[in-house]
């Protein structure tokens, strides 16, 4: 009896303990029980067709989606360390909706909060106007005037190989510099291939789901090629040492201030997320109103005024935290969901597919690499540890913040992450306003 007692015991401990550890995980930032259970809520609505074709309905089906194939492109090995979230966020929903397994209902929903209420340009809104005032200013005027050269050069050389190789396969040049080479070097999707999609659409009157769906296999060649690029700039930092800062980019090693800088971080505050959000709203809608009077697209009108707001500091610093603080908002709780959305609505699958041939990838690789390599040149007459000037120039093509740390980790260089920041944020805006004008201007 005694014994029978003891297993029973033990029984209860080891299913109470499995359970206790099963309520510990997380599918986003959502505990995995109760998870499945808004996941069943939103399923069996689109099953039986109640799933509201509203921003509600919306919202529900693509986080619900995002979360998931965040969590597990976050999980699986070798994929994680190559942007494997956002792949499977916007490849997923495309081959769903290409072989027919995603329902109607959650395709229309998805189609609502997307082009209805306009969620897409919502996020672009705010991805731009927070991440420019969000830079520390110090960083973004100096750190822009330390990487400016290599910034330079790289995009030079990376639009030379990438046209030299594109034509070697029979592309016309205008066609890889503005639809391979641009993307890649745009500063990732959200705030690159988005507002550049958007002002393509305005000059050449096409489409812009059509624009995306050709625009980010591009971007996820390059991303993909850019961290192996950085793991082995470490093997060669490791192996060679005399090229290696082990983190510090200058030889000076006056870098530091810029890095104390940057690591100041402002508590939360939820007013200030909402004067934020205003502030992205408004940027949005300025661009759009001077757009018919310059003639320069609003998303490109959004970016060098957030710049200029930013430079001048003709705005109160806490506005400048409201947008930045809206913006990680919604980099951490709304990317995975937007990419879902985007795979569904604007990455066709059979599209997709059609890209990925070995000319293609070899443009973006000679893209790529050609901007590895000059930084690394660039790097050696400036005075730069080689491996950390080619690891930063080598972040411009990465896809945005999440192509950052990514490209960083794989090279053990976090440390370099506002040197990174500026040749993503500051190198791709510049990318997108220099393809937008030299498009105006070539029609």
Same mark, same amino acid.
């Given at each position: ?12 401990? =080891? ?90 209902? $959650? ?8 082009? $209805? ?37 790289? $995009? ?49 009157? =096409? ?44 030889? =000076? ?28 709203? =408004? ?47 919604? $980099? ?112």
């Amino acid at each position: 009896m005694t014994d029978i007692t003891q297993n029973n015991a033990i029984a209860v401990e =080891t299913g109470g303990s499995l359970l206790s550890r099963v309520a510990t995980y997380k599918v986003g930032p959502v505990p995995l029980p109760l998870y499945l259970a808004i996941a069943g809520v939103v399923f069996g609505a689109s099953v039986i067709g109640k799933l509201p074709a509203d921003m509600i309905g919306g919202f529900a089906a693509i986080m619900v989606l995002g979360f998931l194939l965040g969590e597990i492109g976050g999980r699986i090995p070798y994929l994680k360390s190559i942007g494997g979230s956002a792949i499977l966020c916007l490849f997923v929903p495309s081959a769903m909706l290409g072989y027919q397994i995603m329902n109607p209902a $959650t395709s229309d929903a998805i189609k609502a909060v997307m082009k $209805t209420s306009n969620f897409l340009y919502l996020y672009i809104a705010c991805l731009v106007t927070g991440s420019m005032l969000g830079m520390n200013r110090k960083v973004l005027i100096q750190g822009f005037l330390k990487m400016f050269v290599p910034l330079a050069v790289g $995009t030079i050389a990376a639009v030379a190989a990438g046209g030299l190789v594109g034509m070697a396969f029979g592309y016309e040049f205008k066609h890889t510099f503005f639809f391979i080479v641009m993307p890649i070097v745009a500063g990732g999707i959200g705030e690159g291939i988005l507002p550049l999609s958007l002002a393509y659409s305005d000059i050449l009157g =096409t489409a812009q789901p059509e624009l995306i769906a050709s625009l980010i296999p591009a971007a996820l060649i390059g991303n993909v090629v850019a961290i192996i690029s950085s793991g082995v700039l470490k093997r060669i930092g490791e192996k060679k040492p005399q090229y290696s800062g082990n983190g510090l980019l200058v030889r =000076t090693g006056n870098d530091n201030e810029l890095l104390k800088e940057m690591a100041v971080e402002k508590k939360i505050e939820l007013p200030l997320m909402g004067a934020g959000l205003l502030m992205a709203c =408004t940027m949005f809608i300025l661009g759009a109103f001077l757009s018919p009077f310059t003639g320069i697209p609003g998303p490109i009108l959004m970016i060098i005024g957030a710049a200029l707001l930013k430079v001048s500091k003709l705005i109160p610093e806490r506005m400048e935290t409201g947008a930045h603080q809206m913006y990680k908002f919604m $980099t951490t709780n709304m990317t995975f969901p937007l990419l879902v959305g985007l795979g569904t609505l604007y990455v066709p699958w059979n599209d997709l597919i059609a890209a990925f041939t070995p000319a293609y990838f070899a443009i973006c690789a000679s893209t790529v690499l050609a901007m590895v390599a000059s930084g690394w040149l660039i790097g050696k007459v400036l005075k730069m540890y080689e491996v950390e000037a080619a690891i930063v120039t080598c972040c411009h093509s990465g896809l945005g913040g999440t192509g950052d740390v990514a490209i960083l980790s794989a090279s053990n260089r976090m440390g370099l992450m506002p040197f990174a920041q500026i040749s993503t944020r500051i190198g791709g805006a510049a990318m997108v306003v220099l393809a937008v004008f030299l498009l105006k201007a070539l029609g």
